[in-house]
Every structure is written in C-alpha cells, then in structure tokens.
C-alpha cells in the first residue's frame, strides 16, 4: 500500500486548487476532496479509496498560507486533532466566518458542507 502519492507535489497541488474554491462559511471533508481527484495513475481505485484522504491530510499539513485550510475537517463533522495543536485555531477561523459547532463539537454538514464541483471524467490522472 502506498504511503504517499506517486508524485505528491502534483497531488498536493490538485487538492490546494479544490480548497482553494471552499467558500467562506463552508467546509468539506478529507475525504470528499480525496473523491474530486482520480487515483493517480498506477494506483488502483481501491487502494485509493483508502488511502485518498490520508493524502489529503498530508497536503493539507503542508499547504502554502493563501489555502484556507481550516475549511477541511473530518467525516464526523469535526476537527481533527493535529501535531502541534491548532485545532482550537481551526476552529476558531471557522467561527469568524460563520461555521456554528454543536455540543459535540461537530459541525453540520448538511448545514455547512461544500457541494463542491463534481468530479471530472475528463481530468488527467495525477503522473
């Protein structure tokens, strides 16, 4: 099983220009952005599908500062937990523009989630 993307630079990318459409107020998941890129090429559909949002964690980790990052959370509606902390920042960036947390902690994501852009049948695969 892969690790990281066959090329990460090309893959990060990818997932930098979808977040980068993430309206203010709106959130979407790891793995939803994961579903918007077609597995790179060499790596199987499946293998993919568990893995993808891994590697979206991973980009996001790294991410240039004008991504809105704070816009992507977990399946669950929440924060993740990060190295180093930031979550209370995530979650705090995402208040200012309007994202509301339940008792939980969760966000709604039926409320607040991305529809994104479906996903391209025409989009190259990732080299």
Not at 4 to 27: M, Y
Not at 32 to 49: S, T
């Amino acid at each position: 099983m892969y690790t990281s993307p066959p090329d990460p630079l090309a893959f990060n990318t990818r997932v930098w220009e979808i977040v980068r459409q993430i309206p203010r107020g709106k959130v979407a998941t790891y793995g939803q952005i994961a579903l918007m890129i077609p597995p790179p090429e060499g790596v199987e559909a499946d293998e993919y599908r568990a893995v993808g949002a891994r590697w979206v964690g991973a980009a996001m980790a790294a991410c240039p500062d004008d991504v809105p990052w704070q816009r992507v959370i977990n399946a669950q509606g929440k924060v993740s937990v990060r190295r180093g902390g930031g979550e209370q920042l995530q979650r705090h960036l995402l208040e200012e523009e309007g994202v509301i947390f339940d008792e939980r902690d969760r966000v709604d994501l039926k409320k607040y989630g991305w529809s994104g852009s479906p996903p391209d049948a025409d989009q190259p695969r990732l080299l």
